[in-house]
């Protein structure tokens, strides 16, 4: 029955939300970890969504309505990453400079806000999807 | 009473409100996808047509003959949503609106589901005749 679709939709949105506030939260774990090179700073990493159609999954006629999400790729900021002078620093390269991470914390701060909405949106439209397939299987009890 | 057509419209209409409600739920999951653009029906007039096509859907020429249904889901035609305000990335999701659809069309849902269920018991009280 296709109501299950729905569960199938509401589950990949839940999914990818929840590795989009996994990179968020890598990025801020490391958002002050420090490198002895700017090749080897930690780069703030962000998920990449596309859409992905659900009757190529399980080749049903009546499901050409339901598009489902993935996560294609994940890409890591080119951003300059910043130097800073701190000689006594075990990691500090020749000249006494640290690289500091490129990771915006203000700006993963709003797409934590951001993923943890859309992950509520996604796990109310499933619960709302079983009620009606409850109801629908209490028809005429 | 016809028993083959016992629950008259709300059969198709369950149907098309289920597959409404996979778009809708497409277009929440989607809302931040880039370049997604939200989709929907009319489903006033997609019913209509339903119903419609479902009469001159195959005749039954004996008795003994099943009705049938001829209309495919996978034929209904998806609108694109217009937008209330642009976004950089090219999507059209508003999450709100989404929502609101998404909860109203639910809701019809039960509305015809409390029907069909209303109908299933004053046909079993009328067969039990108590």
Redesign the interface.
Known sequence: M??F??FD??G??MGV?SL?LNTIASNLANAESVASSPEEAYRSRHP????VQ?NAMNDA?????????EVTDILESDKDVQAKYDPNNPKADANGYVYLSNVNVADQMADMI??SR?YQ??A??MR??K??MQ??IN??K | MNIENLFGIHEQALNLRIQRAQVLASNISNADTPGYKAKDMEFNSVLKEMASNQKSALSATHKGHLSSNGYGIADIELTERKPLQTSLDGNTVDTQVESAKLAENNMRYLASLRIIDMKIKCFSTALRGE
Do not use: C, P, Y
């Open positions: 296709s109501t679709n729905i939709v509401a990949m949105g939300q989009r990449v969504f596309s859409t659900m006629m009546d499901d050409a309505a339901a598009v489902g999400i951001s993923a859309s949106t996604n109310e439209m709302a999807a009620e009606l109801h629908t028809l005429g």
